[in-house]
């Protein structure tokens, strides 16, 4: 029978979900110490079994949403109440939820409604997140769920500046938390960022 292949909750560009089959046949089935010097989205240790995982990322905000969610397993209730929380105060679509666009933005922009809906949301999202002396961890995953191809990309000056995308908090967003959430409890991985 084929393993299940997991999801990682960043769906991060240069994700190797789709690639999970063919990398993992490169490894031996039995791992003492999992060592990934280029983590991005954590696809490929979600996916590995070993017994001790070292997971290093020069990016900064990378390992820091890391970490954040690995804090965030065994607070999950809490988790998503925040979550959805924000998704309120800040009036962004919330499919998981409940399906807030107008029938008419959805005829009017087929293709795109998810983006029209939530750009100025986005934009008050993003621009308090900027302005914020300290970084929120909730408010940039929901950057970076909410935003252009699920990136996370900051200017000279430190600033997130990406656009808003054609996505929103939906099911698949959920079940790759949960999956996540329930990875991170089991292994227990070590963050670094060097």
């Known amino acids: ?26 490894f031996p089935d039995d791992i003492e110490k999992f060592v990934e010097p280029f983590v991005g989205g954590g696809s490929v240790f979600m996916n590995i079994d070993a017994r001790k995982f070292y ?6 905000n990378v390992i820091a949403l890391h970490k954040f969610l690995c804090k965030s397993a065994n607070k999950r209730t809490e988790f998503f109440s925040r979550i959805e929380s924000l998704i309120a105060e800040y009036g962004l679509s919330y499919s998981y939820k409940e399906d807030r666009i107008p029938i008419e933005l959805r005829q009017q922009d087929k293709k795109t409604y998810y983006a029209k809906y939530n750009k100025e949301a986005y934009g008050r999202m993003k621009r308090d997140f900027n302005e914020s002396s300290i970084a929120d961890l909730y408010v940039l995953y929901l950057l970076l769920i909410y935003g252009f191809n699920r990136m996370l990309r900051f200017n000279k000056n430190g600033d997130f500046n990406l656009p808003v995308g054609n996505v929103d908090f939906n099911a698949n967003v959920v079940n790759a938390l949960e ?10 991985p070590k963050w670094f960022n060097i």
């Open 55 to 60: 997971l290093n990322d020069i990016d900064v």
């Open 1 to 26: 029978m084929k393993k299940k292949i997991v999801r990682s909750p960043f769906f991060y560009v240069g994700d190797k979900y789709k690639l999970i089959e063919e990398i993992s046949s490169y």
């Open 179 to 188: 999956a996540y959430f329930m990875q991170v409890i089991s292994k227990k």
